[in-house]
């Protein structure tokens, strides 16, 4: 066998007089391809599982809930009354701005599905201060019991007041496990008037 410098580089791999080179990757190329692997999972950590602040989605759901609230001027100041709540309690469109104040300002005391947690469930049939659907709107405006509910009339648009509100009411009727009900059963919300007979 001579020694040529080729001989260093075949791997002693034959097949059919085909020789196999020992030639690897060079190892730039390995700690670049390792290197992506890793940004990969720390990009789909950061933004895919990430925190409310970095998650794509939740980006995109607060920038199409910030453009929403640009277009209030579309639908004027609204009244929080019964309604415009039970016309806004059936415009999927508007509800998002509704699931959001929630989501911001309620999940803390009424937890994430409405189940209640310091404040009461949601999502059950009886209520505390409701006894009608513009009841949600008047409590969400002024507070109750003395403050344990706050009043957010000084902190939300009265258009974010008819759009929670409508969102709040929608919670009932799903049952969530959680904070047992409190306070009576109330006879169900009124139907929404059909679309011509609507509020604007
Ligand atoms: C600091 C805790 C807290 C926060 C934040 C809070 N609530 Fe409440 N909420 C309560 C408590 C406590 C009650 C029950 C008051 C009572 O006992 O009469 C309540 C009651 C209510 C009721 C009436 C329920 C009933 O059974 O009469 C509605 C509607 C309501 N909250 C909506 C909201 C909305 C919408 C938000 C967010 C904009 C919100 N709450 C934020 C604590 C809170």
């Known amino acids: 066998m001579s ?3 080729l001989q260093d580089q075949l791997t002693g791999h034959e097949y059919d007089g085909i020789r196999e080179y020992d030639n690897p990757i060079p190892g730039w190329w390995s700690w670049l391809f390792i290197a992506t692997c890793v940004f990969a999972v720390l ?3 950061a933004y895919q599982l990430g925190t409310a602040g970095t998650r794509v989605a939740q980006a995109y759901d607060n920038a199409v ?3 929403l609230i640009l277009q209030f001027e579309e639908i004027g100041t609204l009244t929080p009354d019964e309604p415009t709540i039970l016309k806004y309690m059936n415009d ?3 509800l998002l701005v509704g699931e959001k104040v929630f989501a911001g300002g309620c999940v803390s005391c009424h937890a994430k599905e409405g189940e209640g947690l310091v404040g009461p469930n949601m999502t059950d049939d009886h209520y505390k201060n409701v006894k009608r ?3 949600i709107a008047v409590v969400i405006q002024n507070g109750a019991a003395n403050g344990a509910m706050p009043a957010w009339k000084h902190r939300l648009h009265p258009n974010e007041v008819v759009m929670v509100s409508a969102y709040v009411a929608n919670l009932r009727g799903q049952n969530k496990d959680g904070r ?3 306070g009576v059963a109330i006879p169900p919300w009124p139907e929404a008037p059909p679309p ?3 509020v604007e």
């Open 3 to 5: 020694e040529s410098p």
């Open 43 to 45: 990009y789909y950590m």
């Open 65 to 67: 809930t910030a453009n």
């Open 92 to 94: 999927d469109k508007w």
């Open 133 to 135: 659907l513009g009841d």
């Open 180 to 182: 047992a009900p409190e």
């Open 196 to 198: 011509d007979a609507q």
